[in-house]
T-cell receptor, first 111, second 113 residues
């Protein structure tokens, strides 16, 4: 049973517009959430995270929103740039337990 | 962020041979490391959790006798693909765990001919 779900396998966004990647989770005990970015043939790189005590965390062009009641988080990228084209993984953890990853969403930034 | 290295980055081997992939956390001690496999256009699949000084925990469906994992020190874990077959060709990624975060290695592309 998937505890972290990314229901959109791919997403295309025009350059300069906002990219919104969504993620749902089922385990209410998750208390830390992360987003990773992955280019082909490379390991994932950490992008941004949020603790369950917050509902928003912003870092430059990247903002993560957390809605605990809906068990939903989203990553906003604005403005989207060509270099943002990659696979984005949503991840969650409970305490110091292992991090559970979603299946990823492939983001295409269109010129 | 922390640095995790993998060696080799790319390896080609003949069917039936064994290949060892090393994963090192360069600037912190990782009591737990993870091994993932990624198929083309697919998500990361967790293969096993490697704990320093103890036996690895394998995910369901992963053959522990085929994918040997050793975590002999706090900075080194190895994955050995034994008797490799073409279907083992894949991109293998390790990660080192530190509270609330995992740091990934750059990955190793294995091609079995």
């Amino acid at each position: 049973d998937q505890q972290v779900k990314q229901n959109s396998p791919s997403l295309s966004v025009q350059e300069g517009r906002i990219s919104i990647l969504n993620c749902d989770y089922t385990n209410s005990m998750f208390d830390y959430f992360l987003w990773y970015k992955k280019y082909p043939a490379e390991g994932p790189t950490f992008l941004i995270s949020i603790s369950s005590i917050k509902d928003k965390n912003e870092d430059g062009r990247f903002t993560v929103f957390l809605n605990k009641s809906a068990k939903h988080l989203s990553l906003h990228i604005v403005p989207s740039q060509p270099g943002d084209s990659a696979v984005y993984f949503c991840a969650a953890s409970e305490g110091d337990d292992k991090i559970i990853f979603g299946k990823g969403t492939r983001l295409h930034i269109l010129p | 962020g922390a640095v995790v290295s993998q060696h080799p980055s790319w390896v080609i081997c003949k069917s039936g041979t064994s290949v060892k992939i090393e994963c090192r956390s360069l600037d912190f001690q990782a009591t737990t490391m993870f091994w993932y496999r990624q198929f083309p256009k697919q998500s990361l699949m967790l293969m096993a959790t490697s704990n320093e000084g103890s036996k690895a925990t394998y995910e369901q469906g992963v053959e522990k006798d085929k994918f040997l994992i050793n975590h002999a020190s706090l900075t080194l874990s190895t994955l050995t693909v034994t008797s490799a077959h073409p279907e083992d060709s894949s991109f293998y990624i390790c990660s080192a765990h530190r509270v609330h975060e995992q740091y990934f290695g750059p990955g190793t592309r294995l091609t079995v001919t």
